[in-house]
């Protein structure tokens, strides 16, 4: 649980952030809410079912063309059910793969006006050195 100071730090690291790059900022807030597709998870779980049924039927009548695909069926099933379950769509692959990357510094930055991170860096000097901000 954090402190009611840590709090108040934390939400003005937010409001900073979405002020300085609101794109990146909404994309973390979408990967958060990725979590688990529940209709994706079903659906892998029912193919990895009838996958199962055709191997075992493929085993039984012997037929190696149905017992092979009844495997293929029962993998791709396997896979969705795992990418459904871990949140990662290909909707969400192209965005977060932009958005994964590390932020560069813009060149006002660079230039001298204290950006984002320069102003956390002084904080956290200033409440090592025992002095307040």
């Not at 990662?88 to 984002?116: C, H, L, Q, R, Y």
Request: aromatic share 6%.
């Amino acid at each position: 649980m954090l402190s009611d100071h840590e709090q108040r730090l934390l939400e003005q690291m937010e409001r900073a952030l979405y002020a300085e790059d609101p794109k990146f900022a909404d994309t973390l807030r979408k990967s958060r809410r990725g979590g688990m597709n529940r209709k994706g998870v079903l659906l892998g779980i029912g193919g990895v079912i009838v996958g199962l049924a055709l191997l075992v039927s493929g085993v039984a009548t012997q037929i190696v063309v149905l017992g092979i695909a009844g495997f293929l069926v029962m993998l791709l099933g396997a896979i969705y059910c795992y990418r459904s379950f871990a949140g990662s769509g290909k909707s969400e692959e192209g965005e977060g793969s932009e958005a994964s990357a590390a932020p560069t510094a813009s060149p006002k930055d660079k230039k001298g006006n204290s950006g984002f991170m320069d102003r956390l860096e002084e904080r956290w000097d200033q409440r090592r050195d025992g002095g307040q901000y």
